[in-house]
DNA sequence: CATCTGTTATATAAAATCTATAACAACTAT
DNA sequence: ATAGTTGTTATAGATTTTATATAACAGATG
């Protein structure tokens, strides 16, 4: 599994789970119809809570990425039905601090653009769409 | 003053305090050498504890945004100090998250640099370096 | 000297995070 | 059928973070 979670890192864990699984999706290493250790077996593979991962998993089935299913448990949602308009909005809002500070350290439009696109490229040069 | 604490916010007071001052200084509206308000003038404009102001100017002025002065109390830093070579690495880790996150919503990497684009002049239109 | 700074200390309350146990309904496989 | 999976719900407790309340101190200002 390509989850390490920081136990010292100020980020609680269970964003920690959301945000790597996100990433993993992005990264294209976790397709559509895959599925996801059930919440007891990853819980116990990283030794933390079963409702720890839960939580997790309750935000990315909120969130649209994953379908629980009681059958198979956690199931990838295809990227189709990930895209969501009003998306932007929320991206506005949690991406615009990070640029007034990234502005006073001194980055240029050019250099943040830069960084941006390397990211964006490394997560879509693995999946498609 | 610029500043709107939202109380029902999942963000802490004191986070969304130095969020907001960095924006301040980024649109230009806070300039190099101007005053802030005491904490305790502060706390008492916005209705919280001094103890919640002071904690967000600790963090600016670990962040090199502004300095402390036992007199005048916190006053802004200028541009060129703020500037920070390492602070790429730490945008890197916080931005990560956000653009895997766009890219599952279906963003295009052309659609987010517009978006980012937007962002960061409506910033550096005000403050000049 | 009175009044303003930031700073430090202590105590408390409230909320968020994480854990621990247990149980339930739905499904699968032996 | 029954044992073993799923997610889900409930309850309780511990820990950490966040925010408040009070008080006091040293340094600077008028």
Redesign the pocket.
Same mark, same amino acid.
């Given at each position: 599994m390509f989850l390490a979670i920081d136990f010292q890192s100020?980020?609680?864990?269970?964003?920690?789970l959301k945000q790597q699984i996100i990433a993993g999706i992005a990264r294209g290493e976790l397709k559509e119809g895959e599925e996801?250790?059930?919440? =007891?077996?990853l /819980?116990q593979d990283i030794?933390?809570?079963?409702?720890?991962v839960?939580?997790a998993?309750?935000l990315l089935?909120d969130d649209g990425f994953i379908l629980?299913?009681? =059958?198979?448990? /956690?199931v990838i949602n295809s990227l189709e039905n990930m895209a969501e308009d009003d998306f932007k909005f929320r991206l506005r809002e949690e991406i615009n601090p990070l640029i007034a500070q990234a502005f006073c350290k001194g980055m240029t439009e050019e250099e943040l653009q830069l960084e941006i696109g390397e990211i964006y490229r490394s997560y879509s040069q693995g999946a498609e769409r």
């Amino acid at each position: 599994m390509f989850l390490a979670i920081d136990f010292q890192s100020d980020i609680p864990i269970y964003i920690q789970l959301k945000q790597q699984i996100i990433a993993g999706i992005a990264r294209g290493e976790l397709k559509e119809g895959e599925e996801l250790p059930s919440v =007891r077996q990853l /819980a116990q593979d990283i030794g933390i809570n079963l409702h720890t991962v839960n939580k997790a998993y309750s935000l990315l089935k909120d969130d649209g990425f994953i379908l629980m299913d009681r =059958r198979k448990g /956690a199931v990838i949602n295809s990227l189709e039905n990930m895209a969501e308009d009003d998306f932007k909005f929320r991206l506005r809002e949690e991406i615009n601090p990070l640029i007034a500070q990234a502005f006073c350290k001194g980055m240029t439009e050019e250099e943040l653009q830069l960084e941006i696109g390397e990211i964006y490229r490394s997560y879509s040069q693995g999946a498609e769409r």
